[in-house]
């Protein structure tokens, strides 16, 4: 993802069944495969908004991001984080810097932005900038931590382009919420490229309600 960046699926527990045993222990009812009429259970669950079977799995993702991409996505509180730690270990020197083609201008009020292309001197003239101010800060980095200052505090000079790492684990409703907002065209692009890696995992593991969802205008039940 993007220059230094991934999206790992590391772990899951998440399956279309989970979501049909759960909505029908409501009649004291399982079953140990899926068959249509699930599908439609699944359909009708998504439609009208039962979202807590969409609950009882997992998805456990190791990913790596620019700070600025993280900081959007610890918005969603439904799932669980932890992050790589700058008062514990050394700062990355891996910093974002877009491709020339995702070096864009903003047009508009806020709410309604369009984001359209640079001149190329401009798109090289800013990945340069960008480089430049990397740089210096990393070096002023380095020369605090060498003269012993804190990596807890030496770390307020590092920009929001540094690379970061965290774990997150979440369930399919949460997620199908996070790939509604985050892989949307209104969303940031940086963040929209991961929620659109995000929603690859969920569809192929659930197909079912990955398709409910789209059909559902990708509104999370
Ligand atoms: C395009 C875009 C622009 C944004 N701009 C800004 C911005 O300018 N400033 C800013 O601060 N944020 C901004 N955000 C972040 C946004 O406000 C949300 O914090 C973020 O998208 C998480 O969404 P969520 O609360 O639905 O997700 P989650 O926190 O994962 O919650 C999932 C769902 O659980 C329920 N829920 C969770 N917590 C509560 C609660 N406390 N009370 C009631 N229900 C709850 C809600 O139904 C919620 O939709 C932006 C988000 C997007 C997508």
Same mark, same amino acid.
């Given at each position: ?7 790992r699926?590391? +772990?899951?527990?998440a399956?279309?069944?989970s ?8 009649f /004291?009812?399982?079953k ?24 009882h799995?997992?998805? *456990? ?5 620019p700070i ?7 918005r ?5 984080f932890?992050?790589?730690?700058m *008062?514990? +270990?050394? /700062?990355?020197?891996d910093f974002y810097? %877009?491709? %020339?083609?995702d ?6 009020? %806020?709410? +309604? ?9 401009? /798109?090289e003239t800013? *990945?340069? $900038? ?5 740089? $210096? ?21 590092? %920009?929001?382009g ?11 409703r949460?997620?199908? !919420?996070f790939?509604?907002?985050?892989a949307a ?5 940086e963040i ?6 995000c929603?690859?995992?969920?569809q192929?593991?659930m197909?079912?309600?990955?398709d409910a969802?789209?059909? !559902? ?5």
């Amino acid at each position: 993802m993007l220059d230094h960046g991934f999206v790992r699926l590391d +772990a899951a527990m998440a399956t279309d069944l989970s979501v049909v045993n759960a909505a029908r222990v409501s009649f /004291a009812r399982r079953k140990e495969s899926m068959d249509e009429s699930d599908e439609g259970l699944i359909r009708f669950l998504m439609r009208d908004r039962h979202g807590t079977p969409f609950e009882h799995n997992a998805f *456990r993702f190791h990913v790596r991001c620019p700070i600025f991409v993280a900081r959007e996505w610890f918005r969603h509180r439904i799932g669980s984080f932890n992050e790589f730690s700058m *008062r514990y +270990a050394r /700062a990355t020197d891996d910093f974002y810097v %877009p491709e %020339p083609e995702d070096v864009r201008s903003q047009v508009g009020k %806020p709410g +309604a932005y369009s984001f359209e292309p640079v001149d190329p001197e401009v /798109a090289e003239t800013t *990945r340069e $900038t960008l480089q430049d101010v990397y740089e $210096t800060a990393y070096a002023a980095y380095e020369r605090l931590v060498e003269q012993g200052v804190a990596r807890e505090l030496a770390r307020s000079v590092m %920009p929001v382009g540094a690379y970061t790492e965290f774990y997150w684990t979440v369930n399919a409703r949460a997620l199908m !919420n996070f790939v509604s907002l985050r892989a949307a065209e209104t969303a940031q692009r940086e963040i929209r490229r991961y929620a659109e890696a995000c929603e690859t995992f969920l569809q192929r593991l659930m197909p079912v309600t990955y398709d409910a969802f789209v059909k !559902n205008a990708r509104v999370a039940p």
